[in-house]
Nanobody
Framework: QVQLVESGGGLVQAGGSLRLSCAAS????????MGWFRQAPGKEREFVAF????????SYADSVKGRFTISRDNAKSTVYLQMNGLKPEDTAVYYC????????????????WGQGTQVTVSS
C-alpha cells in the first residue's frame, strides 16, 4: 500500500499563494488517481481536487475552481496542489489520498491518506 507525506502548508495572507506537495512511496504511483481533500475546524472533510493517473484529467470543487491547480509528476511520485488567491475560508488541514477505485470522488473511493498539512489564511 502506498504511503503519502504532505508538505508545503503554512500561514499566508489572504490573496497569497501556497504550493502543497504530496510524496508517495511503497506503491506504483502511476497506477493511482490522486486527490486532495481538506478539513476545516468543526467541519467534515471535503473534496478539493483530483488528477487521473496520467494527470490529463482533473476535477475541482466549485469553491476552488479557477484558483487551485492540481498536477502530478509520476517520475517523482509526487502530486502538487498550487493554491492561488487564497481566502480565509480555505483554512484547513489538507490531505492527499490515492484512489483505489476507477471512478468516484468520495472519501470511500480513496484508500491511502497522508497525515495532512495545515494551511492557515489570515484576513
Amino acid at each position: 500500500q502506498v504511503q503519502l507525506v504532505e508538505s508545503g502548508g503554512g500561514l499566508v495572507q489572504a490573496g497569497g499563494s501556497l504550493r502543497l506537495s504530496c510524496a508517495a512511496s511503497g506503491g506504483t504511483f502511476s497506477s493511482y488517481g490522486m486527490g486532495w481533500f481538506r478539513q476545516a475546524p468543526g467541519k467534515e472533510r471535503e473534496f478539493v481536487a483530483f488528477a487521473s493517473r496520467s494527470g490529463q484529467i482533473t476535477s475541482y470543487a466549485d469553491s476552488v475552481k479557477g484558483r487551485f491547480t492540481i498536477s502530478r509528476d509520476n517520475a517523482k511520485s509526487t502530486v502538487y496542489l498550487q493554491m492561488n488567491g487564497l481566502k480565509p475560508e480555505d483554512t484547513a488541514v489538507y490531505y492527499c489520498a490515492s484512489r483505489i477505485t476507477t471512478s468516484g470522488l468520495r472519501e470511500a473511493d480513496f484508500h491511502s491518506w497522508g497525515q495532512g498539512t495545515q494551511v492557515t489564511v489570515s484576513s
